[in-house]
């Protein structure tokens, strides 16, 4: 019965039809309007009983996001000027229970049209937050309610989703990014602390990399540098330690909010027991000593304090530590100044945390190649995606239902995290090596190298692939998924 049908039949003293809100706010007022005078016909009270009842009871917003000037000092006398959520950046922490209706009202109080992406969620694709894909920009002064069942459960994120291009005030290089907690139905714990921690790069600027150091080719365009970093508000040294006890499980969930940069972060003296990525459990832990987060991905990883002390939690690159990229970790009852040791060599690879099981195999391959057209000194790289640039890529055509593998061969010299929206997907093979079993939104394809991923096409509507990259996906980096 279609949805408009089941709205006369409510009116007419059925019970209403659970679908019915969906269905009628995905209408549109004025579809709905004309439906309604169709249906209204022999209807006791008319055209106004229908309305009434296809409504349904008014419902406020489970969060209100206003969009609009931030700013904070991060450091004595550093000062970072934004457009954040709420005035501060990051945005405040949303968390929802898996298969709760959650609306979310979005205020613009910038001076810019905006849009917000629900990083990780499987959502309508007017709900999701990409122009690219239907979702509508909301323009100065207006509210925007996004509507959607939050799932799956994990460590999601929400952020800006505009285009900035040589902009480096919009967008990722804002502070339009915060925290998305999707709770678990069911979730045993198994920790004694949460704590939230999102990188983030500021005070950008383009560079010419020749010009910084020996080596980039001479034809290479500009690329993005920073003057300053924090884990979530702060540099490094500055404001609040992470405050923990000995004998604690601390579940750290990381967020690499940055528009352009790859971290790599230690905790000294300390492991961390990777549980999760993207917000999704890994088939195989691995204990580690750093961790690395390509821009969008999420870790979550479980720490024994065991190791009383004042430590420095942060990035292994000492400069991007003396810009702020880390947080003092304090001991109750700990004295002295702050502690950082050189960790051991990184171990970071994502086989390590899948099965080393072929995949299910797909029911079809798409090839899908990665090329840059240097843009030369003071101009700017172009991106593309079997030869086009965005608007021009083509688009992959997928039928409901079908699995499909993607095969990313990167032809360039840069690593690229890859992204699809709306979708997870699984990991089949990474340069050469066969795996299964480990479900991601984001993978960091290495340089001349190819990885391959496998999705069910189970999520109808247009859906975004970029690179997560702000500057790669504003210059060309993107292609759309569309089922038949």
Same mark, same amino acid.
Request: charged fraction near 25%; glycine fraction near 10%.
């Given at each position: 019965?279609?949805? $408009? ?39 006791? +009270? ?8 296809? /409504? ?18 991060? /450091? ?23 298969? #709760? ?9 910038? /001076? ?35 509507? $959607? ?21 919009? *967008? ?56 300053? *970093? ?16 000995? +004998? ?27 549980? /999760? ?16 987060? *390509? ?46 040791? #050189? ?15 072929? *995949? ?116 060309? $980096? ?7």
């Amino acid at each position: 019965m279609p949805p $408009f049908a089941s709205c006369f039949r409510s009116a007419a003293g059925a019970q209403p039809d659970p679908l019915r809100r969906a269905a009628l706010e995905a209408a549109g007022a004025t579809l709905l309007a004309g439906s309604v005078r169709l249906l209204s016909a022999g209807v006791p +009270g008319g055209l106004g009983a229908v309305l009434a009842a296809c /409504a349904g009871p008014s419902r406020a917003p489970d969060f209100r996001l206003r969009i609009g000037a931030a700013s904070g000092e991060i /450091a004595p006398g550093r000062e970072i000027r934004t457009t954040g959520f709420d005035g501060r950046f990051p945005g405040p922490v949303l968390r929802v229970r898996e298969g #709760e209706e959650v609306r979310i009202a979005v205020t613009n109080a910038s /001076a810019q049209p905006d849009l917000v992406h629900w990083h990780g969620l499987a959502i309508p694709s007017r709900m999701d937050g990409a122009m690219e894909e239907g979702s509508p920009m909301i323009m100065p002064g207006e509210t925007f309610t996004y509507a $959607f069942t939050a799932r799956p459960a994990g460590t999601r994120w929400y952020h800006s989703h505009a285009m900035a291009g040589r902009d480096l005030t919009r *967008a990722l290089y804002s502070g339009l990014y915060g925290m998305l907690i999707v709770e678990p139905k069911s979730d045993p714990g198994r920790y004694d602390r949460e704590v939230l921690l999102a990188v983030h790069h500021w005070e950008p600027s383009f560079v010419s990399m020749q010009d910084l150091r020996r080596g980039p080719p001479p034809d290479n365009g500009l690329e993005v540098a920073y003057r300053s *970093a924090t884990l979530n508000d702060r540099a490094l040294g500055h404001g609040d330690p992470v405050r923990v006890r000995a +004998g604690e499980r601390v579940l750290f969930r990381f967020l690499n909010a940055s528009a352009t940069d790859d971290v790599m972060l230690a905790l000294p003296r300390h492991r961390f027991e990777v549980v /999760a990525l993207d917000g999704n459990p890994v088939p195989v832990r691995r204990v580690l000593d750093t961790l690395m987060l *390509a821009p969008g991905e999420r870790i979550d990883a479980l720490v024994e304090m065991n190791m009383p002390g004042k430590w420095i939690l942060g990035s292994v690159k000492a400069d991007e530590r003396a810009i702020g990229l880390g947080v003092v970790v304090e001991y109750a009852g700990a004295a002295g100044s702050p502690r950082w040791e #050189e960790p051991a060599a990184p171990e970071w690879d994502y086989p390590g945390f899948a099965l080393r099981t072929a *995949a299910t195999a797909p029911e079809e391959r798409i090839e899908l190649r990665i090329e840059k057209i240097p843009g030369g000194r003071g101009g700017f790289n172009r991106w593309t995606v079997n030869g086009k640039s965005w608007p021009d890529t083509e688009r992959i055509r997928v039928k409901a239902g079908r699995r499909y593998r993607l095969a990313f061969r990167n032809d360039s010299g840069d690593m690229h995290p890859m992204h699809l929206h709306r979708h997870s997907f699984e990991l089949a093979r990474f340069a050469g090596q066969a795996t299964s079993g480990l479900v991601k939104d984001v993978v960091n394809v290495p340089r001349r190298q190819t990885v391959e991923v496998d999705f069910t096409a189970d999520n109808p509507g247009p859906s975004l692939l970029h690179c997560h990259m702000q500057e790669h996906q504003d210059f060309g $980096f993107m292609s759309l998924i569309e089922y038949a």
